[in-house]
């Protein structure tokens, strides 16, 4: 497995963890934080634990054309890594405030870089997985 796939699959976990650690504080009657919580408890779901095990597995699952394999690890890849936590981390401490402080610029602002690196993120992915996936014929005809 390859060290990047290890990362992804790696935060996953932990955004899983999180995830559920914040849905059981947004449940405790006397915080009350549990609408301002949910898209971040969401967000920390899907985007954080899910999306980034999939990632990291198809990274590792889907081979790179033999004449790339020289190189060790993708910069593609490395991107996606670095531009998806970022976005998702911004997200996490700008979004339960978007409801509270409305019509603040630097926390929309915020939100919307943090949306921005995200969406990044997956074209980063995206140009990534692309040349791997390729039919079972022609992946065959160039490892003989």
Same mark, same amino acid.
């Given at each position: ?9 790696k935060?996953?976990?932990?955004y ?5 650690? +914040?849905?059981? %504080? ?6 009350? @934080?549990?609408? +301002? ?12 634990? &899910?999306t980034?095990?999939? &990632?990291? %597995? ?24 670095? @531009?998806?936590? @970022? ?8 979004e339960?405030? +978007? ?8 926390? @929309?602002?915020t939100? &919307?870089f ?8 997956? &074209?980063?992915y %995206? ?16 490892? %003989?």
């Amino acid at each position: 497995m390859t060290k990047i796939s290890r990362w992804f699959i790696k935060m996953g976990m932990v955004y899983f963890l999180l995830g559920m650690f +914040l849905s059981f %504080v947004s449940e405790l009657p006397f915080l009350r @934080t549990g609408s +301002l919580l949910l898209p971040v408890y969401w967000h920390m779901l899907v985007m954080g634990w &899910i999306t980034q095990v999939i &990632i990291g %597995v198809s990274i590792w699952m889907f081979p790179r054309k033999r004449h790339d394999q020289s190189k060790k690890e993708s910069r593609l890849a490395w991107f996606c890594f670095w @531009t998806l936590n @970022t976005g998702l981390v911004l997200r996490f401490l700008s979004e339960p405030f +978007l409801p509270l402080f409305q019509g603040d610029l630097v926390i @929309t602002i915020t939100v &919307i870089f943090s949306s921005a690196l995200q969406v990044l993120a997956v &074209i980063f992915y %995206v140009a990534e997985i692309w040349p791997r996936v390729q039919p079972k014929k022609k992946r065959k005809r160039e490892t %003989v």
